[in-house]
């Protein structure tokens, strides 16, 4: 009856007229029965092709992460990383060798930062005025002030940071993640992507990208204003009935085609994408709803505040989404809005004012669900700045050039150290001198975060088994963990 030539799977999505939103109306996870199935140990150095939830072969202190992530660069030295010698020297020649990336507006000069640092919570953190929400929370945070990627342009720090090296076209943590784990839920995706209203980053889907891991692993963005997921909502004429009809037939298309491919995995990826549509026509709107979360809630992440409504929203949908199952989510800022080569005074303040807030009561909100434990939140960028100043034209026009030789950024909960400052950068805050992290150490310590060897952690390429740390001779910063 099914004849290839009279109406092939192709034809059939072709002429039924509904997308990826409309195939969500129908339950086919419970037609198919593998909400019941059993949880799979991981196979690692072999390729598996689905979202249910893996055991990891070490003991795991995460089951989530969501990765605040500050695109473009933000200035260290006037945010984690106090420098006396900054303010001793400021307006002077600096002593030593600068690497510039915009030589056209490069100036020797050094820059101190205009803002007070002061010391907080029991830990005795010292962070930057600009700050006054996270100061609240040092005692629940590791302050990385040694970072350093080595490269001084935006894209290949973006991929050193996001994916490991600084090549294009490998996948990004959370595909890694998800493709070892799996997720804890089968109603949303596992890999999910909170946009900024003004636009993606730079780079855009390289910070998602699932690169030459299946497309099963790659991050769903949703959208920033309402309606988040576009087309939930079938056409009158499908509702009920008719789709569910519809979907069984396609249902019966796609058995056909996969029993005349056994072991084509990149299909069976195909069908679940499917399956997983099915669940999230209520499951998603559901999670992507904050009207029902308590007054108190909002006002703690700033909703109320027109500052900080796009941010704390967002940070608390990532707080949704994580106590719902999903394995990584990451909220994403427009554009390079931290690559402060000018207006410096002006712009780190108002970045400042808009997520300081948002990201503290994140961190507050997880530990009073009890979810901080077991959930990496991860704040930073692909770089940092450079001590001296930039664009010398004005102080209102003041910036401060790429820096990835040392630079800072911080991380709390699933299994990181509480109340923790490590590394150091020179007395310039130029380059990291005492416990260097390079990138690739940084993700095997997640990864050993999560219960996995990022050295077994494989995808066969070419046959070649590649890793998301690959060869660089990654190390988990033991000193970091609890």
């Known amino acids: 009856m099914n004849h290839p030539q009279l109406c092939s799977r192709r034809h059939f999505m072709h ?53 605040l992530f500050m695109m473009g660069g933000p200035s260290q030295m006037d945010l984690f990383d106090p420098k006396p010698m900054l303010t001793k020297y400021d307006g002077q020649k600096f002593p030593g060798e600068i690497k510039y990336d915009n030589l056209a507006q490069a100036s020797s000069k050094v820059l101190g930062s205009p803002w007070k640092f002061q010391k907080h919570g029991q830990c005795g953190m010292e962070l930057s005025e600009l700050l006054p929400h996270l100061s609240k929370v040092v005692d629940d945070i590791t302050l990385i002030r040694s970072m350093t990627s080595g490269v001084n342009n935006h894209a290949q720090a973006l991929y050193a940071m996001n994916a490991g ?29 909170l946009a900024h209203p003004g636009g993606l980053p730079t780079f855009q889907g390289e910070h998602y990208t699932n690169g030459w891991l299946p497309a099963l692993f790659q991050g769903t963005v949703i959208r920033p204003t309402e ?4 087309n939930l909502d079938p056409p009158a004429s499908l509702a009920g009935r008719p789709q569910e009809r519809q979907l069984r037939l396609l249902k019966a298309f796609n058995q056909d085609h ?5 072991g084509e995995l990149d299909l069976q990826a195909r069908i679940a ?22 007054a108190s ?16 929203t967002r940070c608390l949908i990532a707080r949704r989404l994580v106590e719902r199952g999903v394995r990584y989510v990451q909220v994403l800022n427009s554009g390079q809005s931290w690559d402060q080569h000018s207006s410096l005074l002006s712009t780190l303040p108002k970045n400042c004012a808009a997520c300081d807030q948002p990201s503290a009561a994140l961190l507050m909100d997880l530990e009073q669900r009890g979810l901080l434990d077991t959930t990496v939140v991860h704040w930073g960028g692909e770089m940092g700045r450079l001590p001296v100043l930039q664009n010398d034209a004005g102080r209102e026009k003041w910036g401060r050039d790429h820096n990835t030789y040392g630079f800072s950024m911080w991380a709390a909960g699933g299994g990181l150290k509480r109340g923790y400052v490590h590394g150091e950068t020179d007395e310039w805050s130029h380059k990291a001198v005492v416990d260097e992290v390079h990138h690739y150490d940084w ?31 990654a190390k988990v910063v033991r000193e970091l963990l609890a």
């Open 227 to 230: 309606p988040r997921i576009l």
């Open 165 to 193: 090296r600084t090549t294009a076209g490998r996948p990004a943590l959370g595909s890694w993640l998800t493709y070892g784990l799996g997720s804890e839920t089968q109603d949303l995706p596992a890999y999910m992507v």
């Open 297 to 312: 809630i909002k006002k703690l992440y700033g909703v109320d505040n027109p500052v900080t409504r796009d941010y704390g």
């Open 443 to 473: 993700h095997a310590t997640l990864m050993h975060l999560f219960g996995l060897d990022h050295n077994k952690l494989t995808y066969q390429r070419n046959g070649v088994a590649a890793s998301l740390t690959d060869g660089q001779g």
């Open 15 to 67: 002429a039924g007229g509904f997308g990826l939103g409309s195939i969500a109306l129908a339950s086919l996870l419970k037609q198919d029965g593998l909400l019941a199935a059993p949880v799979k140990p991981a196979t690692f150095g072999e390729v598996t092709y689905d979202l249910l939830p893996k055991q990891p072969p070490h003991e795991a202190k995460a089951k989530a992460m969501i990765s």
């Open 273 to 294: 994408s499917y399956e997983l549509a099915a669940n999230m026509q209520t499951a998603a709107r559901e999670a992507l709803d904050i009207s029902n979360e308590p």
């Open 258 to 262: 996969l029993s005349a491919h056994p």
